[in-house]
């Protein structure tokens, strides 16, 4: 039976807090709201083992206290194949936004699709997206709504538009921006981007001389924000002057009437994220920049999980740090990499910029003297990486390549003994803290 006519309904399920009731068989699980959307999907050989200590429940228990969440499963072979593929076939079908967020506490909320869908225009109409147009027209594929971005020649607004897209993916949400193709360096890098709601295709893409056909543009509403559009006029002369164009969207039709018609919530709510389901973003610790030629004191305490030993440094604030020269040694197991060959700062960014969180964005890294006073130790070029960004980083098992990311992912990761230190605390970190391990810091 095709997995689109599975009815999730009429699974077997229990409440979440009844999950010592489930059955001791290998399946594929569901954990759904009251109002039946489902937050996150996974696979196991034994589903009530699996579910004894499982990485999402502490959060799944905070959602549950406002919206009642329950386990449905679908009974499967004892096969690891059978598993995985039939796992991977219900993400890409559901999206459910829990499987691709970081599990945090605490609990980052669930944005809407719909909220997700908004701010992803309102970020584009500030970037003079043009709505191309609208074809109805499924065939083989999605009716698909068409979006145009200005460039010109190789310049353009394609990285403020991918922030915006990534930071929207970064969200626990269903909705999911893809680039699907990029042009070469030499072109301009310009991204070309898909994301589906509810059965229609949206399509983003770079257009030439899109400014000249501004002036005469129209407004039109998607999803309930306004951006500017193609008249009727315009699009039939472009088409008609364009053999390609005629030939590729022979059944496009200028935009009338709204194919997503939602109520646009309001600007202090998509903006601001005061609306109680959008997701909320804790802020960083922004450290205060030092007197040129003066150190920083702090203290430092040693922590040895798993055998692995990580330093952690404490400021006048009582606020914790770990150096960058630990996190490079766990990490890439080098002990005093160079500031400027290793390209430490850039390498920082992005690493920082591939978590499921916006948290860090814009964390200004410095470069700085530290002294431990009870040592009597100062140290050069070091940078200071906040305890709570060094877990995010250690525990972010998308960094590891498969088989060994699905493990960990899975809680199922057997510890071998010539893991590395990368390793060993990042699968520690899946369900611990170091702050758990810290002493009282004293202030200095």
Not at 181 to 209: C, V
């Amino acid at each position: 039976m095709p997995i689109e006519n599975l009815q999730l309904s009429e699974l077997p399920s229990v409440y979440l807090l009844n999950k010592d009731n489930l059955p001791s068989c290998a399946a594929i699980y569901f954990v759904s709201d009251s109002t039946g959307q489902i937050l996150y999907i996974g696979r196991t050989g034994n589903l009530v083992s699996r579910w004894r200590e499982h990485h999402r429940f502490r959060q799944l228990k905070k959602l549950n206290r406002k919206n009642q969440v329950s386990i449905s499963w679908l009974r499967c072979n004892n096969d690891i194949n059978t598993l995985s593929n039939l796992e991977t076939e219900f993400l890409e079908l559901y999206k459910p936004p829990l499987n691709w967020s970081q599990v945090v506490a605490p609990i980052r909320r669930i944005t809407p699709i719909e909220t997700a869908l908004q701010q992803s225009f309102l970020h584009l109409a500030k970037f003079n997206t043009m709505i191309f147009g609208f074809n109805p027209i499924a065939g083989e594929g999605l009716p698909t709504i068409y979006l145009f971005y200005p460039v010109y020649g190789r310049h353009g607004v394609s990285g403020g538009i991918r922030s915006a897209l990534k930071n929207i993916n970064k969200k626990a949400s269903s909705l999911k921006w893809k680039e699907y193709h990029t042009e070469p360096k030499s072109l301009g890098k310009f991204g070309y981007w898909e994301t589906n709601y509810k059965g229609i295709r949206i399509d983003l893409t770079p257009a030439q001389e899109l400014v000249n056909m501004m002036s005469d543009a129209t407004r039109r509403t998607v999803a309930g924000v306004e951006l500017m559009a193609f008249s009727s006029q315009q699009l039939e002369i472009l088409i008609e002057n364009s053999p390609d164009f005629k030939e590729e969207f022979s059944s496009l039709e200028a935009l009338e009437k709204d194919p997503i018609p939602l109520e646009l919530a309001s600007n202090l709510q998509l903006c601001q994220g005061n609306n109680k389901n959008v997701v909320e973003v804790e802020p960083w610790e922004e450290l205060e920049p030092m007197p040129e030629g003066e150190a920083r004191v702090m203290s430092r305490q040693f922590l040895y999980v798993n055998d692995v030993e990580v330093e952690v440094c404490t400021n006048r604030n009582g606020k914790y740090f770990v150096r960058h020269n630990v996190y490079w040694w766990i990490e890439h197991r080098q002990k005093n990499p160079h500031p400027q060959y290793n390209c430490i700062i850039d390498n920082l960014k992005a690493a920082v910029n591939r978590l499921p969180t916006i948290r860090w964005a814009g964390y200004k890294f410095r470069f700085e003297t530290i002294f431990f006073k009870e040592d009597d130790v100062e140290v050069e070029d070091t940078l200071l990486l906040p305890l709570a960004m060094f877990e995010e980083l250690i525990k972010d098992i998308l960094r590891f390549r498969s088989p060994l990311k699905e493990t960990i992912q899975s809680g199922e990761y057997q510890p071998q003994t010539n893991d590395e230190a990368s390793i060993k605390l990042c699968v520690w970190l899946q369900h611990n803290s170091l702050f758990s391990l810290l002493k009282p810091a004293i202030n200095q």
